[in-house]
Nanobody, 121 residues
Framework: QVQLVESGGGLVQSGGSLRLSCAAS????????MGWYRQAPGKERELVAA???????NYAESVKGRFTISRDNTKNTVYLQMDSLKPEDTAVYYC???????????????WGQGTQVTVSS
């Protein structure tokens, strides 16, 4: 059993900051890529940022220079620091982790339950 638990969402004014966290727990052997996605009402889920186990990062163009993804491999946790937030960043944010479970030869993507981020103008 593997769980991803997100925290840190909320309501913030335009220009403000939030920090999201996502901790993976359970029968985990190792975690490859971790990332954050978001889904706004009426829109498809989109990649916001991703980070490899070695620390290579990529970002959506819309968040470059404002968001920073990081991870702590000792805690199986990924973070998303969001600065200079805009109303168009409003969405449910989901974390995703590609995980090798203990005793398994396959990597499986796991998703968190989602956390709401609302940016008021």
């Amino acid at each position: 059993q593997v769980q991803l638990v997100e925290s840190g969402g909320g309501l913030v004014q335009s220009g403000g900051s939030l920090r999201l966290s996502c901790a993976a727990s359970g029968s985990i052997f190792s975690i490859n890529a971790m990332g954050w996605y978001r889904q706004a009402p009426g829109k498809e889920r989109e990649l916001v940022a991703a980070i490899s186990r070695g620390g290579s990062r990529n970002y959506a163009e819309s968040v470059k220079g404002r968001f920073t993804i990081s991870r702590d491999n000792t805690k199986n946790t990924v973070y998303l620091q969001m600065d200079s937030l805009k109303p168009e960043d409003t969405a449910v944010y989901y974390c995703k982790a590609d995980i090798f479970r203990t005793g398994s030869a396959y990597i499986v993507p796991y998703w968190g339950q989602g956390t709401q981020v609302t940016v008021s103008s």
